[in-house]
């Protein structure tokens, strides 16, 4: 019962929240879903009194707080990348109104004659906010986080997903490929990170495309981490030879701009490759957790192109090929509704 109730409490304390706001003045009675989110928050588009329409962030306490995407809409605004503007907030009671960058995003968009024209803009816009990055703005992308983020494959994509319970053998295996990773993460010149860059985050705007949205988990890390979240997106596939031009096509632009990329392309490309196997491997967790802890089924849909993405990366280099084996290991034992998706 508390599960039903709650929601309509807090949309409750919403509409009472907006019919106060003097500026800008907006209709509560218009309030209807925008989006949802992986997470506790909502979304919900409202018509404004000027004609103007607003997204209002219900993110509700202790699961959420605004005051992190609050920090970073002013950091990554700071920048002159598009994104939403706060013009309305509940600290307290975790509501923030902002300004609408439309309802298309790249996903919607991405078509063959479209996504070479939106991924150049998502580059200048990558560039432009890395370039303008500082230490101690934003949180730390350490080893701790980077690996608290690879333990959930053993966790929750091989333990709760898979049903398997690894040999030491094989975890010890699993734990050397997780340390060849970190130790080339690590080693990347360190920038701005989004951490969710990519189609379903990503605005399609008329002026200052993309408009880049779903931020507030941003931290200072690998350079190479937007890139590939761009490039490999959990959601959209790329022929090799289109994600490489783009890959080299930023690589460029960087170089140009100052960025600490580094000045080989082909090892540039193992740090993209290495970075991506990181996050394919942190991807296959969650989607495993928000299926089998919070009942969100949505996600099983895009495990296998992430599989894809992390066994292609692999196989490319020697070091990681125990992590291939390994899957090969797991595929057999593993009951075949793992695979039913």
Not at 33 to 59: C, H, K, L, N, W
Not at 82 to 93: A, F, Q, T, W
Not at 141 to 149: I, M, S, T
Request: no cysteine; proline share 6%.
């Amino acid at each position: 019962m508390s599960l039903q109730t709650t929601p309509d409490i807090r949309l409750t304390q919403l509409k009472r929240w907006l019919s106060a706001l003097s500026s800008p003045a907006v209709q509560p009675d218009s309030l209807r879903p925008a989006s949802s989110d992986a997470s506790f928050r909502r979304y919900f588009r409202v018509d404004g009194a000027d004609g103007a329409t607003y997204i209002v962030m219900d993110a509700p306490p202790p699961q959420e707080d605004v005051r992190p995407f609050m920090h970073v809409a002013e950091v990554f605004g700071s920048t002159g990348a598009s994104v939403p503007k706060i013009v309305g907030h509940d600290i307290e009671r975790g509501f923030l109104l902002l300004s609408d960058l439309g309802s298309t995003t790249y996903l919607h968009q991405l078509n063959l004659d479209s996504a070479h024209q939106l991924y150049l803009d998502a580059i200048d816009a990558l560039v432009l906010i890395q370039v303008q990055s500082q230490p101690d703005m934003l949180p730390e992308y350490d080893r701790a986080l980077l690996l608290r983020e690879l333990m959930l494959f053993p966790e929750w994509y091989i333990g709760k997903h898979l049903g398997v319970t690894m040999t030491d053998t094989q975890t010890a295996e699993l734990n050397k490929v997780f340390d060849v990773l970190l130790a080339n993460n690590l080693a990347q010149a360190q920038v701005f990170v989004h951490r969710d860059y990519h189609s379903r985050n990503l605005m399609v705007l008329d002026s200052g495309n993309p408009g880049i949205l779903d931020f507030q988990d941003a931290v200072y890390g690998p350079i190479t981490y937007d890139l590939v979240s761009l490039l490999r997106d959990a959601y959209i596939q790329w022929d090799e030879e289109m994600v490489l031009d783009w890959a080299i096509r930023y690589w460029e632009r960087a170089k140009q701009a100052g960025l600490p990329v580094n000045p080989d392309i082909d090892a540039f490309y193992r740090d993209f490759e290495f970075m991506g196997l990181q996050r394919h491997l942190k991807v296959l967790g969650i989607f495993a957790r928000l299926y089998h802890r919070d009942g969100k089924d949505a996600y099983l849909k895009d495990m296998p192109l992430v599989m894809g993405y992390t066994r292609n990366a692999a196989n490319r280099y020697t070091a990681l090929k125990p992590l291939v084996r390994l899957l090969d290991a797991l595929e057999d034992k593993a009951p075949q509704v793992g695979y039913t998706f």
